[in-house]
T-cell receptor, first 112, second 111 residues
Framework: SQKIEQNSEALNIQEGKTATLTCNYT??????LQWYRQDPGRGPVFLLL?????KEKRKERLKVTFDTTLKQSLFHITASQPADSATYLC???????????FGGGTRLMVKP | DGGITQSPKYLFRKEGQNVTLSCEQN?????MYWYRQDPGQGLRLIYY???????QKGDIAEGYSVSREKKESFPLTVTSAQKNPTAFYLC??????????FGPGTRLTVL
């Protein structure tokens, strides 16, 4: 069965450092991968999408890489700020476009 | 302002009761989704609908029912057949079937 793994342990980093979150998957050949941010008690918010034929995508302080050989995506936040503290979810989708499969999320804590 | 609204924010259910969670969107999106989120876990798909009067079961549809009589509305009923309904319920919609826009969620607790 399809499986998406994100580090369930919280990631604690110092303000100004780069945060790197990992998303690994098995038994899946996604056409694209997305990252969402979720604050406590709120719905997820879409951040970035990267397609299977793309290696890297950037948006302001965010960078996503996608390695279909390793079956892994890395999500980077550079110059992290306390306001970046949240849970980050990765989600995989296929070309049928009907459904996303979500990982369990990784909680990021940025300390001032 | 365009967006997705869910109501109520908090809902308490007694054993054996059916309850209905509301989801409304004014984004003119065709597809809508219902997810369940348990603490520390990812989102699991309950039902989805791509057009009015049509919907499909997701991974955990047992004990739930939906309707899609209008494009803007996709209510979810949690029936008494759902044995462990306490969770955070999220509604989402999409226009391109890729990026999903989520509502604020409804937290359901069984008393």
């Amino acid at each position: 069965s399809q499986k998406i793994e994100q580090n369930s342990e919280a990631l604690n980093i110092q303000e100004g450092k780069t945060a790197t979150l990992t998303c690994n998957y098995t038994n899946y050949s996604p056409a694209y991968l997305q990252w969402y941010r979720q604050d406590p008690g709120r719905g997820p918010v879409f951040l970035l999408l990267i397609r299977e034929n793309e290696k890297e995508k950037r948006k302001e302080r965010l960078k996503v890489t996608f390695d279909t050989t390793l079956k892994q995506s890395l999500f980077h936040i550079t110059a992290s700020q306390p306001a970046d503290s949240a849970t980050y979810l990765c989600a995989l989708g296929n070309n049928a476009g009907n459904m996303l499969t979500f990982g369990g999320g990784t909680r990021l804590m940025v300390k001032p | 302002d365009g967006g997705i609204t869910q109501s109520p924010k908090y809902l308490f259910r007694k054993e054996g009761q059916n309850v209905t969670l509301s989801c409304e969107q004014n984004l003119n999106h065709d597809a809508m989704y219902w997810y369940r989120q348990d603490p520390g876990q990812g989102l699991r798909l309950i039902y989805y609908s791509q057009i009015v009067n049509d919907f499909q079961k997701g991974d955990i549809a047992e004990g739930y029912s939906v309707s899609r009589e209008k494009k803007e509305s996709f209510p979810l009923t949690v029936t008494s057949a759902q044995k462990n309904p306490t969770a955070f319920y999220l509604c989402a919609s999409t226009i391109d079937r890729v990026r999903q826009f989520f509502g604020p969620g409804t937290r359901l607790t069984v008393l």
